[in-house]
């Protein structure tokens, strides 16, 4: 089931509109973002399921420019690349750091892992660093390097509407494993306390799975990172 989110201005102009489609059996959080004013946007972490995808980008009316991952795990790319064919436009992200992820030997490795459809090893045509902006239509958005769940893993941050979609490295009550090759427990935890939860408690998130949260939220109840805990 998809879920709709928009952002107005103090103006109540609406900067940004957003729709998450859950996809694959893992229901991943694919993102479709775009531009109130221009409906140019963007396909953030298409995991599979194209059809789908498709079929939210034509009923909600928008352009796309460009496919952005946060990260290299399979749920999240498995779908990048026919994706990006098919609408002639580029993938981006994430941090170069996650680069063997997406090669086509360990993208093989994770399909049989989780029991999903192969799919070819590619090259992003922007790596992404921290403090890149992606421009979607007139509105911007931020790149975060937050390591930890992947050592190349990014989230995006739209500062105007209080928006930061993270991928696995925060959820509802949870943060995300750092059990897979190269995962890092304490750079998880850094990344969230000092680089995240500053952006401000008022700040809404679409993780990678679940549903949307806020960093007070979190901040307050989370179990693995609340100040608690501190």
Request: net charge negative; proline share 8%.
């Amino acid at each position: 089931m998809a879920s709709f989110l928009s952002a107005p201005n103090s103006e109540g102009r609406v900067m940004i509109e957003v729709r998450v489609v859950p996809v694959t059996p893992l229901q991943q959080n694919c993102t479709l973002l775009w531009c109130g004013k221009t409906r140019k946007a963007v396909v953030i972490d298409p995991g599979g399921d194209i059809e789908r995808i498709h079929a939210a980008i034509g009923e909600s009316n928008v352009a796309v420019e460009r496919i952005l991952l946060t990260h290299g795990h399979i749920d999240h790319v498995g779908a990048a690349v026919p994706l990006a064919e098919a609408l002639a436009v580029p993938i981006e992200g994430p941090q170069r750091e996650d680069g063997f992820l997406i090669e086509g030997a360990y993208l093989a490795r994770q399909c049989a892992m989780f029991g999903l459809p192969p799919t070819a090893g590619f090259t992003p045509a922007r790596w992404l660093d921290d403090g890149d902006e992606i421009r979607v239509g007139d509105e911007t958005l931020r790149v975060i390097h937050a390591p930890g769940h992947t050592p190349g893993h990014v989230v995006y941050f739209h500062a105007g509407a209080r928006l930061a979609l993270v991928g696995d490295v925060l959820f509802a009550g949870s943060i995300g494993r750092t059990d897979f090759p190269r995962g890092d427990h304490p750079a998880l935890v850094h990344a969230i306390r000092d680089r995240l939860f500053p952006l401000g408690d008022d700040v809404k998130f679409i993780p990678g799975h679940g549903p949307i949260s806020t960093f007070g939220e979190e901040r307050a109840n989370n179990p693995y990172v609340g100040d608690g805990l501190r």
